[in-house]
């Protein structure tokens, strides 16, 4: 028996050990589920064992991977999928779907094992494939674009709003910046209610001035993911790289904006900060330079036409202080964040190779458990220093807020 799991992990990829450390075949989810019901689940968080386990790769998917390291680390969310009171872990009355179902799968493979075998997350995959037909084949993906469709489609099935008829925003644009930000919130709440949400989704706000009579214009828009720009030197540090994202930017020719005022468009200042600080942030180096300024890349241009920075970004591993890209000072009001706003490095998606949609994927992560880094490129696994990490290749830092 053991021998025939063995000879079809080898020949999988699922395993790369010796044959003397065959583990004990990795649990389906059936097997998940009779755990659950031996009430598992409860004492998920002081029956940690795990915490090292790779991730086998199914063909360059090794974006995919990196990426489910880094959120398998994010421990809040791997606290609500695994470690909720009720029966099911999930919010009360909300069926376990596809994806919620791999995932937490890929979880309790990842917390509960501590063999070496890396885990072969074909579930999520399938299952991703199905809802974004980029992810089926065995070709290259953007990992950050993985990253917000894997999000989002976690957040959907487990969306507690069912009616999602449209809502009127109750926005006064006479009110405070902060009153405004809270409206275009609670309508964003009234249609999006999930755990995922409450871990990861921030606010925007994009503020235009006219340069001719000077009427502000607000919009506040939910992110899942901060795409930051990253400049052509030999290094800087990721606070600079925030600074240039809230830097004002100047809108003028084919770029002019509407102004409702003036009735026409306009030159225009254009500002975006952050109204709204999710608990943990997901910040994207827009280190890939496309040709046209289109997020939505076709198989035409795969692979042609990008050129990629590889500049030294110096990103700290913790107190990150997020306030100075609040919303503040210059709207007359502080949203709410009159303290520093702190936040500490739980993961980095590191890229190497020239092209996005080549090269290699790696997440570096930290284990609380054991208070150390750990390396993940597929099914290796070693031990990192933290001031080894590798600031040329991050692509994807996820920072989680300081508790108090
Ligand atoms: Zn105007």
């Known amino acids: 028996m053991e021998q025939t799991w063995y000879r079809e992990a080898v020949s999988q990829g699922w395993y790369e050990g010796p044959s003397s450390s065959v583990p004990q075949p990795a649990s389906t989810s059936e097997d998940w589920y009779q755990l659950r019901d031996r009430g598992w689940r409860r004492s998920y968080v002081t029956q940690l064992t795990g915490g090292t386990r790779g991730l086998a ?3 360059n998917t090794c974006y995919m991977n990196a990426v489910l390291q880094c959120l398998m680390h994010c421990g809040m969310l791997a606290e609500v999928m695994l470690g909720s009171e009720d029966s099911t872990g999930l919010p009360v009355g909300i069926k376990p779907q596809p994806l919620t179902r791999a995932f937490t799968e890929a979880l309790v ?7 070496e075998l890396a885990f072969r997350p074909q579930l999520i995959k399938s299952v991703m494939a199905r809802s974004a037909p980029q992810f089926a084949g065995f070709e290259q993906q953007d990992a950050q674009e993985f990253l917000v ?34 409206a275009w919130w609670a309508h964003y709440e009234s249609l999006n209610q999930s755990v995922v949400k409450d871990i990861f989704v921030g606010q925007l706000c994009s503020r235009v001035t006219c340069s001719r009579c000077g009427h502000v214009s607000m919009v506040f828009d939910p992110f899942w993911s901060l795409s930051i720009p990253v400049p ?10 925030m600074h240039a994202f809230i830097a004002p930017e100047n809108l003028s020719g084919e770029n002019r904006f509407f102004c409702g005022r003036c009735r026409t468009h306009t030159d225009c200042m254009k500002q975006m900060t952050l109204s709204r600080c999710p608990d943990v942030i997901v910040v994207h180096l827009k280190r890939f330079q496309t040709r046209g300024a289109s997020m939505q890349r ?13 500049t030294v970004v110096n990103f700290p591993l913790s107190d990150f202080d997020l306030r100075p890209f609040c919303a503040q000072g210059a709207h007359e009001d502080t949203y709410g ?9 739980i993961g980095v998606v590191n890229h190497y190779g020239a092209s996005g949609t080549h090269g290699h994927y790696t997440a570096d992560c930290f284990e609380p458990r054991s208070d150390q880094w750990f390396h993940y490129d597929d099914s290796s696994v070693r031990a990192l220093k933290a001031e080894t990490m590798d600031q040329r290749s991050a692509y994807v830092m996820l920072f989680a807020r300081a508790t108090a």
């Open 57 to 59: 790769n199914m063909g």
């Open 109 to 115: 493979e990842h917390w509960r094992s501590s063999h």
């Open 149 to 182: 469709f894997f999000l989002d489609a976690l957040h959907e099935e487990l969306n507690e709003v069912k009616d999602k008829a449209y809502k009127e925003i109750q926005d006064d644009e006479n009110a405070q910046g902060a009153e405004r930000a809270r």
């Open 232 to 241: 052509d030197e030999a290094s800087c540090s990721l606070a600079a790289c």
């Open 298 to 310: 076709t198989r035409s241009t795969r692979g042609s036409g990008f050129s990629k920075l590889a």
């Open 337 to 345: 964040y009159q303290e520093p706003l702190l936040y500490n490095l």
